[in-house]
């Protein structure tokens, strides 16, 4: 056994540690307890309802001075113990709200209150929050460590880009899908216009075009490319990767250049990085789709007919071309060279971090799932069938995960 290659291995997590645990000791030592008893009893009601209410006391008690009479949490030291990384709070009490008894949100971050509007518009935003979480879990967690001035938007957008993914797919009738797709588009007209939409992710994504002046054309690019593809039919093979990247740049990287917007955020190099980082992450997730598609429709319509043709998958019949699987090899090989062009377009948007102003690096943090799932491909040998990219987090542990997301957040890295 390479003894010092081991040690290696476990000096950086305990290292790390070590500095989280010492910081923790600065901290009860910079913020003792708080006797003010308005204060503290806001802690111990809001703790008596989770799972572990004398945690949650212990946790968030040296915060009672923090608290005001709103209740807001206001710029929590940054540096906690990795098992205090996240507390469990009555979900009344947070935005974004969850429908889950238990609300997830990290003390790292400004703790966000919504006060003084309408239960309607809390509704609508809790019903954001539970959509990503449901159907988006890996940008979730992303979606937490934003700062509070993003957080809001990012969760209406995310959930716009989870209604409009999802429109084909929970439909019945592909031209049920299609009409659900054309009614948003119609809905970003009302939403401009301030007409009222009685639908949840709308009321939020209205209240926060309102706020943040969300360009009204990025909003129409993402709805206009689902469309796109849905109206083709599912033997229409895209030629060449580009066009691919056309799809995830007005997708993915769209909604990432919507989050910046409502972040106040405008840079050239953050704009060339996110457009990098969500072109990675949509080809991947195409990718990761390509049995989900193929068990649907029996076909593999997210594979390009020059990348399959390259390695034996495509067949012409009838005048058409089709992809079969013939060769496994040769569809694994098909999921390398497009994972290749998805890890390209990573190692650019990495080589742009200097120039990445520090308060937009958190908003291109989907950069880290996007590289989990590229080394969860890798470990199976771009086999897209393999039963352990179904599991944990884009295959992998939920815990190892979180960690990952935690720490290149803690740097403020992408």
């Given amino acids: 056994m390479n003894m010092k290659g081991s040690s290696s291995r476990h000096g950086v997590p305990i290292l790390f540690i070590a500095l989280q645990f010492s910081s923790y000791v600065a901290l009860i030592l910079a913020y003792p307890p708080f006797h003010n008893e308005r204060s503290m009893e806001y802690v111990k009601s809001s703790c008596n309802s989770t799972a572990y209410p004398r945690l949650c006391y212990r946790s968030l008690s040296v915060y009672a001075s923090k608290i005001n009479t709103s209740p807001r949490v206001q710029n929590p030291p940054k540096f906690l113990p990795c098992f205090l990384t996240f507390v469990w709070l009555p979900h009344e009490q947070l935005l974004p709200r969850l429908t889950h008894p238990l609300a997830v ?42 700062p509070a001035n993003m957080r809001k938007a990012a969760f209406a957008l995310r959930a716009f880009n989870v209604e409009t993914a999802r429109a084909m797919d929970v439909a019945s009738d ?14 970003i007209d009302k939403i401009y216009a301030n007409k009222l939409i009685e ?31 849905a ?15 056309k799809y995830a740049e007005d997708t993915a990287s769209t909604l990432l250049y919507m989050t910046l917007q409502a972040g ?12 990098h980082v969500g072109k990675a992450s949509g080809l991947l997730l195409l990718l990761k789709s390509l049995p989900y598609h193929a068990s649907r429709n029996r076909h593999f319509s997210y ?71 590229l080394d969860s491909l890798s470990k199976v040998q771009f086999d897209v069938f393999d039963s352990r990219l179904a599991r944990g987090v884009l295959g992998k542990p939920p815990l190892w995960f979180q960690m990952k997301l935690k720490w290149y957040s803690w740097r403020n890295i992408y």
């Fill in 105 to 146: 949100i990290p003390l790292g971050g400004t703790i966000y209150l919504m006060n003084g509007v309408s239960s309607s518009l809390r509704a609508a935003f809790s019903h954001c929050v539970q959509q990503v979480r449901s159907y988006d879990y890996h940008h979730y967690l992303c979606l937490l460590e934003l």
């Fill in 174 to 187: 592909p031209k049920i899908g299609l009409m659900r797709l054309v009614w948003w588009q119609e809905a």
């Fill in 199 to 229: 639908h949840p992710t709308a009321l939020a994504l209205s209240s926060v075009v309102s706020e943040s002046k969300i360009s009204k054309a990025w909003l129409k690019r993402v709805v206009d490319a689902r469309i796109n593809d």
């Fill in 231 to 245: 109206s083709r039919e599912v033997t229409d093979l895209p030629e060449t990767i580009e066009e691919l990247e």
């Fill in 264 to 275: 106040g955020i405008r840079s050239t190099a953050v704009d060339h990085a996110a457009s």
């Fill in 303 to 373: 594979i390009p007919a020059k990348v399959a043709a390259k390695h034996g998958l495509l067949i012409k019949e009838g005048g058409r071309s089709e992809i079969h699987l013939d060769s496994r090899q040769g569809l694994c090989d098909a999921v390398f060279e497009m994972a290749s062009v998805a890890n390209a377009h990573l190692v650019k948007a990495r080589e742009l971090a200097d120039v990445v102003p520090s308060e937009a690096r958190k908003a291109l943090l989907p950069a880290v799932p996007a590289q989990a799932l």
